[in-house]
């Protein structure tokens, strides 16, 4: 028993030493967000890429009842030491933080509770299991491309099984996810035709809504068959009402506009496997936000300069992203696409040229150049995420799962800005915006390329 509590002080100090944080953001919570992670960097810790990647889970903003159980099955996934905060105000990450890692700190037993005596108090810690772990170098490596410091890791820069890309939450608010089911709760396939006429398993599984480097309270069910994605339909918890988003709150502000898309820029690098050139692109968007004066735009400029010709110069990088969800011009207008994803498809349309053009839109603000001032970072104010939405959707049949994250991040729907009085419990959204049937909607037969064109591609239909 002593041996026992001596490890387990030994990896509480570890873990607080430089801590690993896991950020669940609630829908509306883009403030609480970017206060976590500016305040993990200050304490000296990092985010966190799954839940065994994790001394300290935080919530950002106020979840629903929905996106809470969820939250709760993912903390049952921590192994202990851990502790778990609730921030629903910037104002108390800092507080909550600096409390959650000096008790991991001081307390071996953080985390480790008789089975339902966790309580759930904002700012307070919560725990239960009885599992001990241990990081490398109290720590997770990186993983980034060769440019940028790291190994290359292939298309989307990891494999498509690991936890960093896509971790699949079943079993939230009662969700009926299909599937038949083995004993000890384990998904068994059904059996359904593939996209070339063939009887093959089909697997449904909900993504998200508490992966990384996701849209906040999105859930994308899936049928998988085999590695591909044989169709999409997302839905978003607790959509705020009368809340047109953080990023567009004062889309006058260039600045403004600049963090928002370094922000959607650290996400794809993030789900490509790029971590350590996210984490420079989130220090530069809060610098972004914060710095006034005092050469500070200067600064900026410099330091995207170097930023975009390091992520440019990238081979491992660019053939990771170029072919992949492809929109033309025609299926850009069919899916009232608006803002740089529009604007892309002079570049080739295609993920990198999303990348691209979001570097482009982001030194054309810091230099003080208008863009499309009457737009915010996503397009048309009122219905460009919602069409940002829709073309991820259009596109995910037929990718590898891996893949099919990439489209989004490179898309990056913001949900905050989603329209409300459109977007219902099932996701059942047609790219109009009109309320349809799930297979009306999700059957992409006649947009998505066939078996002899590229998968992920939209063309006029």
């Known amino acids: 028993m002593g041996l026992r509590t001596s490890a387990r002080r030994r990896l509480a100090w570890w873990a607080a030493y430089r801590p690993h944080v896991l950020v669940v953001t609630a829908p509306g919570g883009t403030a609480e967000r970017l206060a976590v992670e500016a305040q993990v960097r200050a304490l000296g810790g990092v985010l966190a890429a799954a839940p065994a990647d994790t001394d300290l889970l935080a919530t950002a903003g106020t979840p629903d009842a929905e996106l809470a159980g969820a939250i709760d099955l993912l903390w049952g996934q921590v192994p202990a030491p851990k502790v778990r905060v609730d921030v629903p105000e910037p104002a108390e990450v800092a507080a909550a933080l600096t409390s959650a890692i000096h008790e991991l700190a001081t307390t071996p037993q953080a985390g480790v509770e008789p089975a339902g005596e966790a309580d759930s108090v904002s700012g307070s810690r919560h725990g239960h299991g009885d599992h001990d ?7 997770h490596a990186d993983h980034e491309g060769p440019e940028l410091g790291g190994p ?30 083995m004993p000890g709760g384990l998904m068994m396939a ?7 006429g063939l009887k093959l398993d089909v697997l449904r599984v909900a993504l998200g809504p508490a992966l990384p480097a996701w849209p906040s309270g999105l859930v994308m069910d899936v049928e998988m068959q085999g590695d591909l994605v044989q169709s999409a339909a997302p839905r978003v918890l607790s959509v705020p009402r009368g809340n047109s988003g953080f990023w567009t709150a004062d889309p006058s502000k260039p600045r403004r506009r600049a ?45 995207l300069g170097r930023l975009r010709r390091r992520l440019q110069r990238s081979r491992g990088l660019r053939r990771s992203l170029a072919g992949l969800g492809r929109l033309d011009p025609d299926a850009v207008s069919r899916l009232g696409l608006t803002g740089p994803a529009a604007r892309a498809t002079g570049r080739g349309g295609d993920a990198w040229a999303r990348l691209v053009t979001w570097l482009e839109e982001t030194a054309q603000a810091l230099d003080g150049r208008p863009v499309a001032p009457a737009e915010g970072p996503r397009g048309e104010p009122g219905r460009g995420s919602d069409a940002l939405l829709a073309a991820a959707v259009a596109l995910m049949p037929g990718l590898e799962l891996a893949d099919a994250r990439l489209v989004l991040a490179s898309l990056d729907p913001d949900t905050d800005e989603l329209d409300a009085s459109r977007t219902r419990g099932d996701g059942d959204l047609d790219h109009e915006g009109q309320h349809g049937s799930r297979h009306d909607r999700y059957s992409h037969h006649g947009q998505v390329g066939s078996g002899h064109e590229h998968e992920g591609q939209v063309h006029a239909g």
């Open 259 to 303: 963090a928002a898309h370094l922000d959607s820029i650290g996400r794809l690098l993030e789900v490509a496997g790029w971590s350590g050139a996210a984490e420079q692109v989130r220090q530069q968007r809060d610098a972004v936000l914060t710095d006034a004066g005092d050469g500070g735009e200067n600064r900026a400029v410099r330091d």
């Open 190 to 196: 059904d059996r359904g035709p593939d996209r070339d």
């Open 133 to 139: 772990h241990q990081h490398d170098d109290h720590g």
């Open 152 to 181: 290359e890791q292939g298309r989307g820069g990891h494999e498509s099984g690991d936890d960093h890309s896509h971790t699949a939450h079943e079993g939230h608010g009662g969700h009926d996810h299909g599937g038949m089911q």
